[in-house]
Protein backbone atom coordinates (compact mmCIF):
# COMPACT_ATOMS: atom_id res chain seq x y z
CA UNK A 1 0.00 0.00 0.00
CA UNK A 2 1.85 3.59 -1.01
CA UNK A 3 1.41 6.04 1.92
CA UNK A 4 -1.13 8.68 1.14
CA UNK A 5 -0.20 11.90 0.85
CA UNK A 6 -1.57 14.81 3.26
CA UNK A 7 -0.18 18.61 1.68
CA UNK A 8 -0.68 21.39 4.16
CA UNK A 9 -1.51 24.90 2.81
CA UNK A 10 -0.61 28.23 4.61
CA UNK A 11 -2.97 31.22 3.70
CA UNK A 12 -1.87 33.81 5.43
CA UNK A 13 -0.36 36.75 3.74
CA UNK A 14 2.16 36.89 6.88
CA UNK A 15 3.12 33.74 5.99
CA UNK A 16 7.39 33.51 7.03
CA UNK A 17 7.47 30.03 5.01
CA UNK A 18 7.99 30.24 1.14
CA UNK A 19 6.55 27.06 -1.20
CA UNK A 20 9.98 27.07 -2.38
CA UNK A 21 11.27 26.09 1.06
CA UNK A 22 8.23 23.82 1.73
CA UNK A 23 11.09 20.94 0.72
CA UNK A 24 12.98 21.89 3.31
CA UNK A 25 10.37 22.84 6.21
CA UNK A 26 9.12 19.05 5.53
CA UNK A 27 12.89 17.65 6.21
CA UNK A 28 12.60 19.84 9.14
CA UNK A 29 9.53 18.39 10.54
CA UNK A 30 11.01 14.72 9.85
CA UNK A 31 14.28 15.25 12.14
CA UNK A 32 11.69 16.31 15.29
CA UNK A 33 11.22 12.87 16.90
CA UNK A 34 9.32 13.81 20.32
CA UNK A 35 6.44 16.09 21.02
CA UNK A 36 9.27 17.57 22.84
CA UNK A 37 11.00 18.73 20.17
CA UNK A 38 8.15 19.91 18.04
CA UNK A 39 7.24 21.99 21.24
CA UNK A 40 10.83 23.47 21.12
CA UNK A 41 11.10 23.26 17.13
CA UNK A 42 7.47 25.86 16.77
CA UNK A 43 8.57 28.00 19.95
CA UNK A 44 12.16 28.92 18.22
CA UNK A 45 10.38 29.11 14.62
CA UNK A 46 7.66 31.37 16.15
CA UNK A 47 10.44 33.86 18.15
CA UNK A 48 12.58 33.73 14.88
CA UNK A 49 9.38 35.63 12.97
CA UNK A 50 9.26 37.97 15.88
CA UNK A 51 12.67 38.82 15.80
CA UNK A 52 12.23 39.09 11.74
CA UNK A 53 9.27 41.58 12.19
CA UNK A 54 11.86 43.47 15.10
CA UNK A 55 14.58 43.68 12.18
CA UNK A 56 12.41 45.04 9.17
CA UNK A 57 11.39 48.20 11.44
CA UNK A 58 8.84 47.21 14.19
CA UNK A 59 11.06 48.42 17.13
CA UNK A 60 11.57 52.05 14.50
CA UNK A 61 8.10 52.73 14.22
CA UNK A 62 7.86 51.80 10.73
CA UNK A 63 4.89 51.85 9.01
CA UNK A 64 3.65 47.97 8.92
CA UNK A 65 3.33 47.72 4.71
CA UNK A 66 6.55 48.67 4.53
CA UNK A 67 7.87 45.90 7.22
CA UNK A 68 5.83 43.86 4.56
CA UNK A 69 7.63 44.64 2.00
CA UNK A 70 11.01 44.31 4.12
CA UNK A 71 10.32 40.43 4.78
CA UNK A 72 8.85 39.84 1.53
CA UNK A 73 12.53 39.66 0.75
CA UNK A 74 13.97 37.47 3.57
CA UNK A 75 13.57 34.68 1.10
CA UNK A 76 10.66 32.36 3.55
CA UNK A 77 13.16 29.93 4.65
CA UNK A 78 13.29 30.55 8.35
CA UNK A 79 10.26 31.42 10.86
CA UNK A 80 6.84 29.97 11.58
CA UNK A 81 3.82 32.80 11.84
CA UNK A 82 1.15 31.88 13.86
CA UNK A 83 -1.10 29.81 11.30
CA UNK A 84 1.76 28.03 10.57
CA UNK A 85 2.57 26.75 14.01
CA UNK A 86 -0.57 25.01 14.23
CA UNK A 87 -0.10 23.96 10.30
CA UNK A 88 3.05 22.51 11.16
CA UNK A 89 1.83 20.90 14.50
CA UNK A 90 -0.79 19.06 11.91
CA UNK A 91 1.79 18.01 9.41
CA UNK A 92 3.81 16.77 12.56
CA UNK A 93 1.41 15.02 13.78
CA UNK A 94 -0.29 13.54 10.21
CA UNK A 95 3.51 12.27 9.21
CA UNK A 96 3.84 9.99 12.70
CA UNK A 97 0.66 8.68 11.73
CA UNK A 98 1.54 6.96 8.28
CA UNK A 99 1.44 9.21 5.71
CA UNK A 100 3.91 11.70 3.46
CA UNK A 101 3.73 15.48 4.38
CA UNK A 102 3.92 17.99 1.84
CA UNK A 103 3.77 22.57 2.17
CA UNK A 104 3.14 25.15 0.10
CA UNK A 105 2.28 28.70 0.82
CA UNK A 106 -0.54 29.96 -0.80
CA UNK A 107 0.58 33.47 -0.25
CA UNK A 108 3.53 32.59 -3.21
CA UNK A 109 0.78 31.60 -5.88
CA UNK A 110 -1.67 34.37 -4.97
CA UNK A 111 0.11 37.55 -3.86
CA UNK A 112 -1.53 40.56 -2.49
CA UNK A 113 0.06 42.66 -4.97
CA UNK A 114 -0.51 40.96 -8.51
CA UNK A 115 -1.96 37.76 -10.57
CA UNK A 116 -1.85 34.53 -9.81
CA UNK A 117 1.26 32.93 -10.01
CA UNK A 118 2.21 29.28 -10.81
CA UNK A 119 -1.46 27.70 -10.40
CA UNK A 120 -0.31 24.81 -12.62
CA UNK A 121 2.12 23.94 -9.98
CA UNK A 122 -0.15 24.24 -7.18
CA UNK A 123 -3.08 22.49 -8.90
CA UNK A 124 -0.67 19.48 -9.66
CA UNK A 125 0.39 19.06 -6.02
CA UNK A 126 -3.64 19.26 -5.23
CA UNK A 127 -4.16 16.55 -7.70
CA UNK A 128 -0.81 14.39 -6.36
CA UNK A 129 -2.74 14.85 -2.89
CA UNK A 130 -4.88 13.18 -0.69
CA UNK A 131 -6.04 14.81 1.92
CA UNK A 132 -5.20 19.03 1.86
CA UNK A 133 -5.52 20.66 5.43
CA UNK A 134 -6.03 24.45 4.99
CA UNK A 135 -4.71 26.74 7.85
CA UNK A 136 -6.06 30.13 7.41
CA UNK A 137 -6.49 33.10 10.38
CA UNK A 138 -9.70 34.69 11.22
CA UNK A 139 -11.20 37.49 9.81
CA UNK A 140 -14.32 38.34 11.09
CA UNK A 141 -15.45 34.51 11.88
CA UNK A 142 -14.58 33.44 8.35
CA UNK A 143 -11.17 32.74 6.87
CA UNK A 144 -8.94 35.01 5.30
CA UNK A 145 -9.56 36.26 1.82
CA UNK A 146 -6.13 34.27 0.75
CA UNK A 147 -8.13 31.15 1.63
CA UNK A 148 -11.39 32.43 -0.27
CA UNK A 149 -9.14 33.22 -3.43
CA UNK A 150 -7.65 29.63 -3.19
CA UNK A 151 -11.45 28.27 -2.69
CA UNK A 152 -12.86 30.49 -5.85
CA UNK A 153 -9.78 28.75 -7.81
CA UNK A 154 -11.02 25.29 -6.91
CA UNK A 155 -15.00 26.64 -7.59
CA UNK A 156 -14.14 28.15 -11.17
CA UNK A 157 -11.95 24.96 -12.32
CA UNK A 158 -14.43 21.82 -12.80
CA UNK A 159 -11.71 19.36 -13.92
CA UNK A 160 -9.72 20.31 -11.14
CA UNK A 161 -12.88 19.67 -8.59
CA UNK A 162 -13.71 15.82 -10.33
CA UNK A 163 -10.19 15.38 -9.83
CA UNK A 164 -10.21 16.81 -6.32
CA UNK A 165 -13.23 14.80 -5.73
CA UNK A 166 -13.16 11.90 -2.60
CA UNK A 167 -9.86 13.28 -1.25
CA UNK A 168 -10.23 14.64 1.98
CA UNK A 169 -9.95 17.94 3.39
CA UNK A 170 -9.40 19.19 7.44
CA UNK A 171 -8.87 23.08 8.70
CA UNK A 172 -7.36 24.71 11.23
CA UNK A 173 -8.05 28.70 12.08
CA UNK A 174 -6.33 31.05 14.45
CA UNK A 175 -7.94 34.04 15.75
CA UNK A 176 -6.99 36.71 18.50
CA UNK A 177 -9.55 35.70 20.57
CA UNK A 178 -10.02 32.27 22.48
CA UNK A 179 -14.10 32.21 21.34
CA UNK A 180 -12.76 34.54 17.97
CA UNK A 181 -14.86 32.75 15.27
CA UNK A 182 -12.24 30.17 14.56
CA UNK A 183 -15.03 27.37 14.71
CA UNK A 184 -17.18 29.99 12.11
CA UNK A 185 -14.10 30.13 10.06
CA UNK A 186 -13.58 26.04 9.97
CA UNK A 187 -17.53 26.03 9.34
CA UNK A 188 -17.68 28.11 6.43
CA UNK A 189 -14.36 26.12 4.93
CA UNK A 190 -16.04 22.35 5.48
CA UNK A 191 -19.16 23.81 3.65
CA UNK A 192 -17.13 24.92 0.67
CA UNK A 193 -15.02 21.82 0.39
CA UNK A 194 -18.02 19.43 0.98
CA UNK A 195 -19.95 21.25 -1.99
CA UNK A 196 -17.13 20.44 -3.96
CA UNK A 197 -17.00 16.83 -3.60
CA UNK A 198 -14.36 16.51 -1.01
CA UNK A 199 -14.79 14.67 2.33
CA UNK A 200 -14.60 16.34 5.62
CA UNK A 201 -13.20 15.32 9.03
CA UNK A 202 -12.47 17.51 11.88
CA UNK A 203 -10.16 16.79 14.91
CA UNK A 204 -9.78 13.45 16.75
CA UNK A 205 -10.48 11.92 19.91
CA UNK A 206 -7.96 12.78 21.72
CA UNK A 207 -8.78 16.37 21.55
CA UNK A 208 -12.47 17.20 21.31
CA UNK A 209 -13.85 15.76 18.02
CA UNK A 210 -15.19 19.00 16.79
CA UNK A 211 -14.50 20.88 13.66
CA UNK A 212 -10.60 21.36 13.49
CA UNK A 213 -7.56 22.93 14.83
CA UNK A 214 -8.79 26.45 17.09
CA UNK A 215 -5.44 28.30 17.35
CA UNK A 216 -6.08 31.27 19.66
CA UNK A 217 -2.83 33.85 19.07
CA UNK A 218 -2.65 37.65 18.22
CA UNK A 219 0.75 39.31 18.26
CA UNK A 220 3.18 37.69 16.55
CA UNK A 221 4.97 34.83 17.82
CA UNK A 222 2.69 34.28 20.58
CA UNK A 223 0.33 30.75 19.10
CA UNK A 224 2.80 28.63 20.69
CA UNK A 225 1.82 29.60 24.28
CA UNK A 226 -1.66 28.35 23.52
CA UNK A 227 -1.42 24.37 23.93
CA UNK A 228 -5.30 23.79 23.85
CA UNK A 229 -4.69 24.94 20.08
CA UNK A 230 -2.05 23.08 19.37
CA UNK A 231 -3.10 20.17 21.07
CA UNK A 232 -6.46 20.23 18.49
CA UNK A 233 -4.36 20.71 15.62
CA UNK A 234 -2.01 17.53 16.31
CA UNK A 235 -5.84 15.86 16.11
CA UNK A 236 -6.21 17.18 12.77
CA UNK A 237 -3.18 15.67 11.37
CA UNK A 238 -3.89 12.40 13.21
CA UNK A 239 -7.25 12.74 12.19
CA UNK A 240 -6.95 13.62 8.14
CA UNK A 241 -3.97 11.01 8.09
CA UNK A 242 -6.39 8.33 9.93
CA UNK A 243 -8.65 8.54 6.87
CA UNK A 244 -6.33 8.76 4.05
CA UNK A 245 -4.58 5.15 5.30
CA UNK A 246 -8.39 3.75 5.43
CA UNK A 247 -9.48 5.18 2.11
CA UNK A 248 -5.77 4.16 0.47
CA UNK A 249 -6.16 0.44 2.29
CA UNK A 250 -9.71 0.33 0.96
CA UNK A 251 -8.37 0.06 -2.68
CA UNK A 252 -7.02 -3.20 -2.46
CA UNK A 253 -9.91 -4.92 -0.63
CA UNK A 254 -13.28 -6.07 -2.41
CA UNK A 255 -16.65 -6.08 -0.47
CA UNK A 256 -18.18 -9.72 -0.40
CA UNK A 257 -21.21 -8.69 1.70
CA UNK A 258 -24.41 -6.26 1.17
CA UNK A 259 -23.19 -2.56 1.54
CA UNK A 260 -25.93 -1.10 4.46
CA UNK A 261 -27.48 2.35 4.18
CA UNK A 262 -29.31 3.32 7.04
CA UNK A 263 -31.76 6.13 6.18
CA UNK A 264 -32.77 8.05 9.16
CA UNK A 265 -36.01 9.55 8.65
CA UNK A 266 -35.64 12.86 11.29
CA UNK A 267 -38.18 15.23 10.22
CA UNK A 268 -41.03 14.31 7.75
CA UNK A 269 -44.40 14.71 6.85
CA UNK A 270 -47.04 12.09 5.06
CA UNK A 271 -43.80 9.86 4.15
CA UNK A 272 -42.71 12.60 1.82
CA UNK A 273 -38.63 11.83 2.45
CA UNK A 274 -39.10 7.44 1.77
CA UNK A 275 -41.56 8.62 -1.43
CA UNK A 276 -39.24 10.39 -3.27
CA UNK A 277 -35.66 8.89 -2.08
CA UNK A 278 -36.68 5.12 -2.67
CA UNK A 279 -37.30 4.82 -5.99
CA UNK A 280 -33.92 6.66 -6.58
CA UNK A 281 -32.11 4.52 -4.13
CA UNK A 282 -33.83 1.29 -5.87
CA UNK A 283 -33.08 2.56 -9.40
CA UNK A 284 -29.30 3.31 -8.88
CA UNK A 285 -29.07 -0.27 -7.29
CA UNK A 286 -30.77 -2.23 -10.02
CA UNK A 287 -28.47 -0.09 -12.63
CA UNK A 288 -25.40 -0.92 -10.66
CA UNK A 289 -26.62 -4.34 -9.70
CA UNK A 290 -25.41 -3.38 -6.55
CA UNK A 291 -25.49 -5.59 -3.64
CA UNK A 292 -27.09 -2.97 -1.19
CA UNK A 293 -29.76 -2.90 1.32
CA UNK A 294 -31.52 0.70 2.30
CA UNK A 295 -32.89 0.19 5.99
CA UNK A 296 -35.34 2.69 6.61
CA UNK A 297 -36.01 4.05 10.23
CA UNK A 298 -38.91 6.53 10.60
CA UNK A 299 -38.07 8.20 14.19
CA UNK A 300 -40.96 10.62 13.31
CA UNK A 301 -43.30 7.95 14.42
CA UNK A 302 -41.87 7.47 17.77
CA UNK A 303 -41.45 9.94 20.42
CA UNK A 304 -37.87 10.71 21.23
CA UNK A 305 -37.33 12.57 24.85
CA UNK A 306 -34.89 15.21 24.57
CA UNK A 307 -31.54 14.83 26.28
CA UNK A 308 -31.81 15.54 29.91
CA UNK A 309 -28.07 16.33 29.86
CA UNK A 310 -26.87 13.94 32.31
CA UNK A 311 -23.50 14.61 34.90
CA UNK A 312 -21.86 11.21 33.27
CA UNK A 313 -23.19 9.86 29.67
CA UNK A 314 -23.36 7.03 28.96
CA UNK A 315 -24.70 6.06 32.04
CA UNK A 316 -21.58 2.90 32.29
CA UNK A 317 -18.91 1.29 30.41
CA UNK A 318 -20.44 -1.34 28.29
CA UNK A 319 -20.55 -2.77 24.76
CA UNK A 320 -21.75 -1.20 21.81
CA UNK A 321 -24.79 -3.14 21.86
CA UNK A 322 -26.24 -2.24 25.06
CA UNK A 323 -28.79 0.96 25.24
CA UNK A 324 -26.85 2.89 27.98
CA UNK A 325 -28.96 6.44 28.10
CA UNK A 326 -30.80 7.02 31.13
CA UNK A 327 -34.21 7.62 29.42
CA UNK A 328 -35.50 4.38 29.38
CA UNK A 329 -39.21 4.50 28.44
CA UNK A 330 -40.10 1.37 26.10
CA UNK A 331 -41.36 4.15 23.58
CA UNK A 332 -38.75 5.86 23.07
CA UNK A 333 -37.83 5.85 19.71
CA UNK A 334 -33.92 5.85 20.80
CA UNK A 335 -34.36 3.00 23.17
CA UNK A 336 -36.60 0.88 20.35
CA UNK A 337 -34.05 1.89 17.46
CA UNK A 338 -30.78 1.15 19.07
CA UNK A 339 -29.45 -1.71 17.55
CA UNK A 340 -30.75 -0.21 13.90
CA UNK A 341 -28.11 2.70 14.49
CA UNK A 342 -25.72 -0.01 14.90
CA UNK A 343 -25.84 -2.36 12.05
CA UNK A 344 -25.21 0.29 9.14
CA UNK A 345 -21.98 0.91 7.49
CA UNK A 346 -23.91 4.41 5.68
CA UNK A 347 -25.58 7.26 7.83
CA UNK A 348 -27.79 9.15 5.72
CA UNK A 349 -29.80 10.95 8.14
CA UNK A 350 -33.05 12.77 6.27
CA UNK A 351 -35.46 15.97 6.90
CA UNK A 352 -38.15 17.95 4.98
CA UNK A 353 -38.59 21.33 4.89
CA UNK A 354 -41.53 22.44 3.32
CA UNK A 355 -42.48 26.32 3.41
CA UNK A 356 -45.50 24.85 5.43
CA UNK A 357 -45.05 23.13 8.69
CA UNK A 358 -49.38 22.19 8.99
CA UNK A 359 -48.25 18.74 9.87
CA UNK A 360 -44.61 18.37 9.70
CA UNK A 361 -43.30 15.83 12.60
CA UNK A 362 -39.87 17.12 13.26
CA UNK A 363 -37.47 14.99 15.89
CA UNK A 364 -34.13 16.20 14.29
CA UNK A 365 -32.92 18.02 17.73
CA UNK A 366 -34.25 15.70 20.18
CA UNK A 367 -32.34 13.04 17.95
CA UNK A 368 -29.06 14.94 17.62
CA UNK A 369 -29.09 15.81 21.71
CA UNK A 370 -29.82 11.91 22.27
CA UNK A 371 -27.03 10.65 20.40
CA UNK A 372 -25.36 12.13 23.32
CA UNK A 373 -24.86 8.69 24.75
CA UNK A 374 -23.35 7.02 21.37
CA UNK A 375 -20.96 9.68 20.58
CA UNK A 376 -19.62 9.57 24.58
CA UNK A 377 -19.77 6.13 24.10
CA UNK A 378 -16.19 6.15 22.77
CA UNK A 379 -17.88 6.95 19.33
CA UNK A 380 -20.35 4.54 17.92
CA UNK A 381 -20.38 5.84 14.76
CA UNK A 382 -16.27 6.60 14.28
CA UNK A 383 -15.18 6.78 10.64
CA UNK A 384 -18.46 5.76 8.78
CA UNK A 385 -19.75 7.58 5.88
CA UNK A 386 -22.54 10.61 6.66
CA UNK A 387 -24.92 12.11 3.49
CA UNK A 388 -27.11 14.18 4.86
CA UNK A 389 -30.31 14.32 3.12
CA UNK A 390 -32.81 16.94 2.60
CA UNK A 391 -35.67 17.62 0.46
CA UNK A 392 -36.19 21.21 0.52
CA UNK A 393 -39.20 23.31 -1.24
CA UNK A 394 -37.82 26.13 -3.15
CA UNK A 395 -37.43 29.60 -0.40
CA UNK A 396 -37.34 27.93 2.84
CA UNK A 397 -33.99 28.42 4.16
CA UNK A 398 -34.12 26.25 7.56
CA UNK A 399 -30.54 25.21 6.46
CA UNK A 400 -30.42 21.49 7.58
CA UNK A 401 -27.74 20.73 5.66
CA UNK A 402 -25.36 22.68 7.26
CA UNK A 403 -26.85 21.54 10.54
CA UNK A 404 -26.19 18.09 10.05
CA UNK A 405 -22.58 18.65 9.13
CA UNK A 406 -22.04 20.76 11.48
CA UNK A 407 -23.46 17.81 13.91
CA UNK A 408 -22.76 14.81 12.84
CA UNK A 409 -18.79 15.38 12.05
CA UNK A 410 -18.51 15.17 15.64
CA UNK A 411 -19.58 11.69 16.33
CA UNK A 412 -15.79 11.41 14.59
CA UNK A 413 -16.89 10.80 10.94
CA UNK A 414 -16.68 11.13 7.45
CA UNK A 415 -18.39 13.71 6.10
CA UNK A 416 -19.87 13.89 2.23
CA UNK A 417 -21.74 16.77 0.32
CA UNK A 418 -25.31 16.98 1.18
CA UNK A 419 -27.80 15.62 -0.59
CA UNK A 420 -30.36 18.44 -1.56
CA UNK A 421 -33.35 17.54 -3.69
CA UNK A 422 -34.98 21.29 -4.55
CA UNK A 423 -39.16 20.57 -4.76
CA UNK A 424 -41.20 23.63 -6.25
CA UNK A 425 -45.20 22.65 -6.78
CA UNK A 426 -44.68 19.06 -5.59
CA UNK A 427 -41.69 18.05 -8.27
CA UNK A 428 -38.04 18.06 -7.54
CA UNK A 429 -36.06 20.27 -9.52
CA UNK A 430 -32.48 18.52 -9.72
CA UNK A 431 -33.44 14.61 -10.15
CA UNK A 432 -29.82 14.33 -12.06
CA UNK A 433 -28.22 16.21 -9.15
CA UNK A 434 -29.94 13.95 -6.73
CA UNK A 435 -29.26 10.88 -8.38
CA UNK A 436 -25.24 11.55 -8.78
CA UNK A 437 -24.71 12.58 -5.46
CA UNK A 438 -26.33 9.35 -4.11
CA UNK A 439 -24.23 7.23 -6.71
CA UNK A 440 -21.38 9.34 -5.27
CA UNK A 441 -21.97 8.60 -1.93
CA UNK A 442 -22.57 4.87 -2.30
CA UNK A 443 -19.04 4.22 -4.29
CA UNK A 444 -17.55 6.42 -1.43
CA UNK A 445 -19.35 4.85 1.18
CA UNK A 446 -18.03 1.35 -0.48
CA UNK A 447 -14.27 2.17 -0.16
CA UNK A 448 -14.19 3.76 3.27
CA UNK A 449 -16.19 0.43 4.81
CA UNK A 450 -13.76 -1.55 2.87
CA UNK A 451 -10.62 0.30 3.73
CA UNK A 452 -12.00 0.36 7.94
CA UNK A 453 -12.85 -3.63 7.83
CA UNK A 454 -9.37 -3.74 5.73
CA UNK A 455 -7.29 -1.47 8.37
CA UNK A 456 -8.80 -4.07 11.67
CA UNK A 457 -5.66 -5.61 12.56
CA UNK A 458 -3.20 -2.47 11.47
CA UNK A 459 -4.95 0.00 13.46
CA UNK A 460 -6.99 -1.52 16.34
CA UNK A 461 -9.79 0.58 18.10
CA UNK A 462 -8.32 2.98 20.21
CA UNK A 463 -11.19 5.03 20.59
CA UNK A 464 -11.92 6.81 23.87
CA UNK A 465 -13.79 9.73 24.72
CA UNK A 466 -12.33 12.50 26.21
CA UNK A 467 -14.84 14.35 28.43
CA UNK A 468 -13.57 17.66 28.66
CA UNK A 469 -15.19 20.51 30.94
CA UNK A 470 -17.01 17.51 32.91
CA UNK A 471 -15.22 17.21 35.96
CA UNK A 472 -17.28 13.96 37.26
CA UNK A 473 -17.22 12.19 34.14
CA UNK A 474 -13.31 12.60 34.05
CA UNK A 475 -13.47 10.99 37.72
CA UNK A 476 -15.60 8.18 37.00
CA UNK A 477 -13.36 7.27 33.83
CA UNK A 478 -10.42 6.93 36.11
CA UNK A 479 -12.47 4.57 38.77
CA UNK A 480 -11.40 0.90 38.39
CA UNK A 481 -14.40 -0.51 37.37
CA UNK A 482 -14.96 1.80 34.53
CA UNK A 483 -11.20 1.24 33.41
CA UNK A 484 -11.62 -2.52 33.25
CA UNK A 485 -14.81 -2.51 31.76
CA UNK A 486 -13.39 0.04 28.91
CA UNK A 487 -10.49 -2.54 28.52
CA UNK A 488 -13.23 -5.07 27.78
CA UNK A 489 -15.06 -3.06 25.46
CA UNK A 490 -12.09 -2.43 23.25
CA UNK A 491 -11.42 -6.24 22.77
CA UNK A 492 -14.57 -6.73 22.38
CA UNK A 493 -15.20 -4.28 19.54
CA UNK A 494 -11.29 -5.27 17.94
CA UNK A 495 -12.94 -8.83 18.22
CA UNK A 496 -16.13 -7.50 16.15
CA UNK A 497 -14.12 -6.11 13.39
CA UNK A 498 -11.95 -9.32 12.93
CA UNK A 499 -15.15 -11.02 12.81
CA UNK A 500 -16.68 -8.08 10.29
CA UNK A 501 -13.38 -8.51 8.06
CA UNK A 502 -13.45 -12.20 7.84
CA UNK A 503 -16.63 -12.35 6.81
CA UNK A 504 -17.54 -9.03 4.46
CA UNK A 505 -14.28 -8.58 2.94
CA UNK A 506 -11.64 -10.54 0.03
CA UNK A 507 -8.49 -9.50 -1.14
CA UNK A 508 -9.33 -7.52 -4.65
CA UNK A 509 -7.99 -9.61 -7.57
CA UNK A 510 -6.04 -7.80 -9.39
CA UNK A 511 -7.01 -9.25 -13.06
CA UNK A 512 -10.71 -8.82 -12.41
Not at 49 to 62: E, K, M, N, S, T
Not at 460 to 468: A, E
Request: glycine share 8%.
Amino acid sequence: MKKPIILGLSATLRNARSSASGANLVQELEGLDSRENLNQFITDQAKIHLDQFIAAGRADDVPFDEMYRRLRKLGGTRGLSNSEVCLVAALWAARNGGVQIEHTSLADHFPASGEAVDIDRLKQQLRQADGIILATPVYFGDRSSLSQVFIEMLRTDEILQRDLAGKIYAGISVGAKRNGGQETALIYQMLDMVDMGILAVGNDSETTSQYGGTGHAGDIGTMPKDTYGIETSLGVGRRIAHVALLLEAGKDFVLNDTLRLGLWILQDRDGEIDKRLRPVIDSIIADAQLDIKLKTTNFTEDPIRPCIACDICPTHVGPDTEYRCIIGLQSDGLLKHHQDLLEVDVLMPAVFSPGSREGLISVYQQFMERTRYLRRGDYVFSDRLVVPIVFVEVGVNEHMDVRMLTSFIRHHTVMQKPVVGLIHKGKILNPDDVANALRAAIAQGRLLLQGRLAATDSMPDKLRYNPVGYILSQAKDQETDSIHARELLVKQRNRDSLREKAERLSIEDPTS
